[in-house]
């Protein structure tokens, strides 16, 4: 006998039999919606309106003809591409050399940066040997200075090495790129040896059993794991790089081996001759790289930290 023939006459009186026993919905209230959930969409907007607005100004000044900063308050009243065509076809400032420079600088130090930090992290989680926590300890307290207190001494060590090693001297890109990874290796290796921390030691054990060697379970093993710290580092260096200003003009001297930054200042340091709409052009084209690295290395952030949730 199935369960809905052994209820009781009483039982089944109790079980509504039209819709009208069901209980209606709740009207829908503002009020109420705006208290659980509805100022939450407000501080979002808000936020959006903060962070967007920044970014319009600045592309409405870079279409803006005028070329001053009073002309531009209105965003969009006048649009133009003359400040892009003025970026490429000025002689006295080669645009195009300073955002091939920029690339190039950014892109190798940020490289290198995520190389050799990756190796210092390694060697301080995975290796047990002496001086080691001094070394770690050296890393956070070196870093307590920044590079700009550094700027003459930088001048002088770079002025001297020049006439040994004219590679490392003044006005040399090189020398520029190894100024920049001095700076950035104490904090990111430290920053990777937390995120190395994480990753067990039982990996590394059992290929070790296999005969895998240290470079082999470095290079095999724990950098797929630690990719989305790999991708931040790097996206942090060639940040840092491409917006660095003072080291940049204190070791770059010619206008052809300038960055960006150094190079875009020049429309706007002169009293008279201050183009801001050119300015905004430049700075609009310098964020592109930005941005593509950012969407290229979103995948592996995005990916790796999902990695460990999934078995």
Known sequence: MSQTQQASPATRQA???????????????????????????????????????????????SLNPNGTLLSSNGLFAKIG?????????????????????????????????????????????????????????????????????????????????????????????????????????????????????????????????????HARVFFTIILPLVSPILAVVGLLSFIATTNDFVIASVVLVSPEKQTLAVGLYQFVSQEFTSNWSVFAAGAVLAALPVMALFLYLQKYIVGGLVAGSVK
């Open 15 to 61: 079980i509504p039999t039209d819709a009208s026993a069901i209980p209606a919905k709740r009207p829908f209230s503002f009020g109420r919606w705006f208290r659980a959930t509805g100022w939450r969409h407000l501080v979002g907007v808000i936020v959006i309106v903060y962070a967007v607005f920044p970014l319009l100004y600045v592309l409405s000044a």
């Open 81 to 213: 591409l003359d400040s892009y065509v003025t970026l490429f076809t000025s002689p006295q400032q080669p645009y195009a050399a300073w955002f091939g420079n920029t690339l190039f600088i950014g892109l190798t130090a940020s490289i290198c940066t995520v190389f050799l930090g990756a190796l210092a992290a390694y060697a301080f989680s995975r290796m047990r040997f002496t001086g080691r926590r001094f070394g770690l300890v050296s890393l956070l307290v070196v870093q307590i200075f920044p590079q700009l207190l550094a700027v003459v001494a930088i001048f002088l060590l770079l002025n001297t090495i020049g006439d040994i090693f004219p590679i490392l001297g003044i006005d040399n890109q090189i020398a520029l790129i190894v100024v920049y990874l001095g700076g950035a290796l104490g904090v990111n290796t430290y920053l990777m040896y937390g995120f190395f921390n994480t990753v067990p030691t039982a990996l590394d054990e059992a290929a070790k059993i296999d005969g895998a060697s």
